[in-house]
């Protein structure tokens, strides 16, 4: 295995190593600092009225009756905050593909004249504490005359479907392509072409703590205290908004609890509260209920991909065709259209494709926007593919472990450009596959499995090789120039050291939960040469530190982490100066070895760095006139590539072929994010993030009914995985270095989730082959997984479901070929 | 909502009296009235357990117990588990483990395991997780805290939970 290039660290060695969390004190002793836990001097409390219809024009509301509460100090609608900024201006979409036409809607934070999903914004109400005013949202009375709904979105792109916004005269808001290669005379060429129309079903990123939002005007300044990834760009957007210049505007993330991608964005309420707060001249907090999360916090996934993949009859690929259909919901947020194109860099996976060619086509529907949740467009691109690598093997009846082998790029063609012209760093995809081979003894599972097959008991396992893209991101690639998002991508870091010698690092990464305080004290306290316990990490507050683009797509670390590396790097250097001037040595001749700074040759002559902090702070004669005083060194970091972690997971399920209950008993990870800063906060990213794929493919999903009413509005609807479902995992790594960073390192925060839906699917597939199961979409709940089996047993002919005669007539049979769960044709020719 | 009642509760050693509206949530008296904001909300429909509070030594949701049906009773929140700054097993367990994430269901996590190691001392691990069903973690996929519980196992005895 490789290790952090340790040119530049002092010998402390603390990259590496699993150091334990310093962010946890006071988070087990209850003394978390989140959004919520807040109340401030004349605090007033802010609820929402919002739409009960998915569609509708509004003729009336009457406030009257919510004012004449007691406690309630103010009703606003979207007429009440005209004039404030925010009924001019909608909330912001960053993307503007080159050459792209696409219909964006004016998404207004209140609602104007009409509401197209449910929960949209009506009013907001403004009290004295958090229960009048949720009292006093049953007192505001608002007449909707209601409009056609359209919910599917196939029935979307139909002539004649209701419009979502009839000024459009169409529901599709754009298509987007890229090809490279000929994938249609590729299949037209191909051996064998297999097809299949896969759902990846809407989900919820759902993080423990709801949204919150406090807004504390002081003057013509205004300070927000919010549950946000992304602080810097949020007080970005709402300087625009508010028409307030960015100095005047402070926003802080204290400590957040999750984001999961739901965080990262500007919602509605934020700017609600502070035009608010403004209007009033007074502290205002909103909290969302659980239901209000479910409902109008961002959703993710939502597409149906129609994939054909072309190859030889040996099992190589020759071409990867996909179509693309992305229900975004009604309204766009910061990234919503651009999402379901975002995984399109790793389209070809692990494998060597030549031929591949996407098409996606984003549809507005009346339910919430869809946009980044865990994996944003990684997770769909890998599970359609890897379940597609199964459904392959199967159709030449070549073992998927095989399939894999057949088609990887090799470890010897990095870095390795793609038919679409991506530039994947470094890779070994065979060293993950083989690591996990050593672990599962795939010889002595299928034996098992045969035997437990002979008892009606259906045991399978799923592979999932996956590669993913993060890192983000190389702003030219990106940026308005490239990709077409109005912003770029790049870290801030300062590095300093106090008088004493302590240091304090800034980071324009806002972590929230993923201990990066830990591993960026790690990476400064080594090339400082100090202790990672005198290392304290600031970030999450635009008064504090340079502008940074916040936390998400697995950047903090291959793009925040090093430039916090490169920022320490030009304190060593300076620090090497100073040393070297009061040593009488050369600088180059100055080196930091554990932890002290020492003349090459005589490790007598040496110094601490709180000795040369010290002598930064108050210069002694020895340093030259012109020595610039402290110990401070800023960087900003923009990457010239991506990073492409990758690794190998696979799952073990029994599936109970009499209930459909799916139970996960193994799932072993080997996964390859560079070389590790601190192991033991890899394991856990990728422990929470297999949970987050695997309670998609098996319990999860956002539900409207065709009314557009949220069916899974609460918890108790929409299913979580709980520490009872799962298995304790599994997991191995490979190191392979990025060439992209000094650090080497890649991202780690999404790639569980990424990985582990199709290893859950083509398990279950794997365990149901035997009773003619050759395909399920997720999620894989009981239901579901019972009428596939019905639908692959064939119309109620009373044969035998198990071998061992168990007959399931009594369930009801008969519904095969019928109804959402029913499989598709399958394809293969 | 008119009209109040007086309460009269033991929080974490501390007699606390307030007058309360009837309806006050438990969760509620304890963060927004007596300022102990370790106790978090998550869900609302008792799902979660992230509000997970002990209620005369057994953990309740105290989302779903009002503020008045705590009256006369003795109440401990993860404010009181650590001792003169000393941690109890449990904190340690998570912290030694890496048993927590964005740390925002931990405390109820956390008082939720004290409850179980009560009631089972030494459990096994399906024992944790079953014990544990009614504590959502989004951040952690539950392995490295039915780790934490496992450590602190057998340490807890004679430890005020």
Redesign the interface.
């Known amino acids: 295995m490789s290790t952090v290039d340790d040119t530049t660290t002092g010998g402390n060695g603390f990259v590496g190593q699993a150091i334990k969390r310093k962010e946890d004190r006071p988070l087990i002793t209850g003394r978390g600092n989140y959004v919520d836990n807040m109340q401030l001097p004349g605090m007033q409390w802010m609820a929402v009225v919002r739409s009960p219809v998915a569609h509708a024009a509004i003729t009336s509301i009457d406030t009257a009756a919510a004012k004449q509460r007691p406690g309630v100090v103010a009703v606003y609608t979207a007429d009440d905050l005209a004039g404030s900024g925010i009924a001019e201006t909608g909330i912001p979409m960053f993307w503007a593909p080159p050459g792209v036409e696409i219909k964006t809607p004016v998404h207004f934070p209140l609602a104007r004249g009409e509401v197209k999903f449910a929960g949209q914004a009506v009013a907001v109400v403004i009290g004295g504490d958090r229960y009048s005013v949720v009292d006093a949202v049953e007192d505001v009375f608002v007449e909707y005359d209601e409009k056609p709904v359209v919910i599917d979105p196939e029935a979307a792109l139909q002539d004649g479907s209701p419009l979502v916004h009839e000024d459009f005269g169409t529901n599709k808001t754009h298509d987007w392509s890229i090809d490279g290669g000929d994938a249609d005379g590729a299949l037209a060429e191909a051996d064998v072409v297999v097809e299949r129309r896969i759902v990846n079903h809407r989900i919820s990123g759902a993080p423990i703590e709801p949204r919150s939002t406090i807004a504390d005007p002081r003057g013509d300044e205004l300070t927000i205290y919010s549950t946000t990834q992304i602080p810097h760009i949020l007080r970005f957007a709402l300087s625009g908004i508010l028409g307030m210049p960015e100095d005047k505007l402070r926003v802080v993330a204290p400590h957040v609890g999750g984001g999961f991608g739901a965080k990262l964005q500007v919602y509605g309420e934020e700017i609600l509260v502070a035009a608010a707060a403004r209007k009033l001249g007074r502290p205002v907090k909103w909290t969302e209920s659980r239901t209000e999360h479910m409902a109008t916090s961002h959703h993710g996934r939502d597409q149906i991909n129609h994939v054909k993949i072309g190859a030889t009859s040996d099992g190589k690929i020759t071409a990867l065709k996909l179509h693309t259909i992305a229900d975004v919901g009604a309204y766009f947020q910061i990234l919503t259209p651009f999402i379901p194109e975002l995984g399109f860099p790793v389209a070809n996976g692990c494998y060597d494709i030549p031929n591949v060619k996407l098409d996606f086509t984003c549809v507005f529907t009346n339910k919430f926007a869809t946009d980044a949740i865990r994996g944003a467009g990684r997770p769909e691109i890998t599970h359609f593919l890897e379940v597609m690598m199964d459904q392959l093997a199967a159709a030449l009846g070549v073992d998927p472990v095989e399939i894999r082998r057949r088609n990887f790029i090799a470890a010897d063609a990095f870095p390795y450009e793609t038919a679409l012209g991506i530039n994947y760093d470094s890779g070994n995809y065979q060293g993950t596959l083989d690591k996990l081979l050593t672990h599962v003894d795939m010889q002595a599972f299928r034996q098992e499995q045969e035997q437990m097959r002979a008892q009606g008991k259906y045991r399978g396992i799923g592979l999932s090789t996956y590669v993913e893209v993060c890192g983000l991101a190389p702003s030219r690639a990106v940026g308005p120039q490239g990709v077409g998002l109005q912003a770029a991508f790049w870290e801030s870091a300062v590095v300093r050291v106090t008088p004493s010698g302590s240091a304090i690092v800034f980071s324009g990464a806002s972590p929230h939960g993923q201990g990066l305080d830990t591993s960026y004290a790690q990476i400064a306290a080594d090339r400082l040469g100090i202790d990672v316990q005198n290392v304290e990490v600031l970030h999450g507050d635009t008064n504090q530190g340079p502008f940074g683009w916040g936390t998400y797509g697995s950047r903090s670390l291959a793009v925040g982490g090093e430039a916090i590396a490169r920022a320490a790097n030009k304190v060593q250097d300076k620090a090497k100066r100073i040393c070297a001037a009061l040593l009488e040595a050369a600088p180059e001749d100055i080196e930091l070895v554990d932890g002290k700074f020492q003349v090459k040759g005589s490790p007598d002559k040496s110094m601490t760095m709180a000795e040369i902090s010290g002598a930064a702070h108050i210069p002694p004669n020895e340093l030259p006139a012109d020595f610039e005083p402290g110990l401070d060194e800023t960087s900003f970091y923009d990457p010239e590539n991506f990073v492409f972690p990758f690794g190998a997971h696979a799952c073990v399920v029994d599936v109970d072929a009499e209930s459909g209950k799916v139970d996960i008993v193994r799932w072993v990870a080997v996964d390859d994010c560079g070389p590790a800063i601190n192991p033991m906060l890899i394991d856990g990213q990728v422990h929470g993030g297999i949970t987050h794929g695997i309670g998609q493919a098996l319990f999860e999903q956002i539900v409207y009914d065709e009314n557009g009413q949220l069916v899974t509005g609460t918890f108790v609807d929409y299913a979580l995985p709980t520490a009872a479902e799962l298995p304790s995992y599994e997991t191995d790594r490979q190191e392979t270095r990025s060439p992209v960073n000094q650090l080497g390192v890649k991202g780690v925060g999404e790639a569980g989730t990424i990985a582990a839906s199709p290893a859950v699917v083509n398990a279950v597939i794997d365990a149901l082959r035997p009773l003619g199961v050759d395909y399920i979409d997720m999620p894989l709940t009981p239901l579901r997984v019972w009428e596939t089996i019905q639908a692959a047993q064939g119309p109620g002919d009373g044969a035998p479901l198990t071998e061992q005669g168990a007959e399931l007539d009594e369930h009801g049979r008969g519904s095969a070929g019928s109804g959402p769960t029913a499989p598709e044709e399958g394809g293969a020719a | ?1 008119s009209g109040t009642v007086r309460v009269r509760v033991d929080v974490n050693g501390e007699t606390r009296e307030n007058e309360v ?1 009837p ?2 949530l438990l969760v ?1 008296y304890l ?2 009235v007596l ?11 008792t ?2 357990g ?1 509000c997970t509070v002990h209620l005369n030594g057994e953990s309740v949701k105290s989302c779903t117990v009002l503020a008045a049906q705590a009256d006369g009773a003795e109440v401990k ?3 009181g ?2 001792q003169n700054g000393e ?1 109890h097993p449990l ?1 340690q367990a ?3 483990n ?1 048993g ?8 109820g996590m ?1 008082m939720a395991a004290a409850d179980l190691l009560q009631r089972n001392p030494n459990p096994s ?1 399906e024992e ?3 014990g ?16 934490s519980v496992l450590d602190a196992a057998g340490k807890t005895q004679g430890v005020s939970a």
């Open positions: 909502m509206e309806r006050l509620h963060r927004d300022g102990l904001t370790g106790t978090h909300v998550g869900c609302d429909t799902n979660c992230a929140t993860i404010e588990m650590s941690l904190q998570f912290h030694d890496h927590l994430q964005c740390g925002y269901c931990t405390p956390i691990e944790v997780r079953h544990l069903e009614g504590n959502l973690c989004r951040c952690t996929g539950y392995h490295n805290i039915v780790k």
